[in-house]
């Protein structure tokens, strides 16, 4: 796949290079829950150069940018999300849910 510094380039990117190469990853096919990041991201240096994960490009109906590479993670983990695969990552992300509301809680009530 040819690399073009958009975000048309980065959800085929993520749909069709990184999605499948995550879903035959021997820890996706175990069942247990699983930290996206430390698997999308090598996944990522392996196919990108740091110069392409670099370039910024403008966010869609927002303020500010967002790095190639931040966005092929992005888009990959929503794809993901939307596959066979979601309910184990579904209890990754509840997990850390759990764990924003808990601090959210201890900052509300520190004195």
Do not use: C
């Amino acid at each position: 796949m040819q690399f073009e510094p958009t975000r048309s380039f980065a959800y085929r990117f993520s749909r069709y290079v990184l999605l499948p190469e995550l879903q035959h990853l021997p820890e996706v096919q175990s069942g247990d829950p699983f930290r996206l990041r430390d698997l999308a991201w090598p996944l990522i240096d392996g196919h990108l150069t740091p110069e392409q994960q670099s370039i910024r490009l403008k966010r869609v109906r927002s303020e500010g940018d967002e790095t190639m590479g931040s966005l092929s993670a992005s888009t990959s983990r929503f794809l993901l999300r939307n596959s066979a695969f979601s309910s184990i990552l579904e209890m990754d992300i509840s997990a850390i849910k759990r764990r924003s509301m808990y601090l959210m809680m201890i900052w509300r009530t520190r004195p």
